[in-house]
């Protein structure tokens, strides 16, 4: 039995992980973290540039890639719809955390690839697993249900339609 007071021993230990928006406040097209995912954890809360997510629990991992969809120009305070224009984005190094850490990634174009801006797009092959095994099936199912996705010009189209978004 282990007495916390007398030991030094945590009974309960915290793990945990927190996502940073880590574009700029200001500019042309604010980049918003619409979702995210990493390991055994779904970040669904949108994220304004500059702005931190609430901790969330998590278990020990090795290093595991990160996956974000931004929402380019999207304010989710004055839209009451979802967007329709995304830019798909995954680290560029996996990220591990220990037990009773915290792992902070942040997101820029700096620890992500993906954002054709920034001259980092991501192979199509790279676009379409994210797509079809990350947003559609396993972390957010039908995320990308009416989208088709064109990861050289980082633009969503509805699908059906020709024009991109």
Known sequence: MCLS??????????????????????G?????????????????????????????STVPASANVAYVLLAPGWDPDASPTTPTSFVLMQSRTGFEVHLNDTLHIRVNDTTFIGNCAAG???????????????FNQNIFPGAFAAFSYDAESCTTS????????
């Open 5 to 26: 007071l007398l030991a030094g021993c945590d009974p309960q230990p915290q793990t945990n992980v927190v996502l940073e928006n880590a574009y700029p406040q200001s």
């Open 120 to 134: 980092s797009p991501l192979t199509q092959d790279q676009a379409d697993f994210i797509v079809q095994r990350v």
């Open 158 to 165: 509805l699908i059906g339609d020709t024009g991109g978004h």
């Open 28 to 56: 042309a097209t604010p980049l918003v973290v619409f979702r995210a995912h990493w390991q055994a954890a779904s970040f669904q809360q949108p994220l304004l540039p500059g702005s931190v997510s609430e901790a969330q």
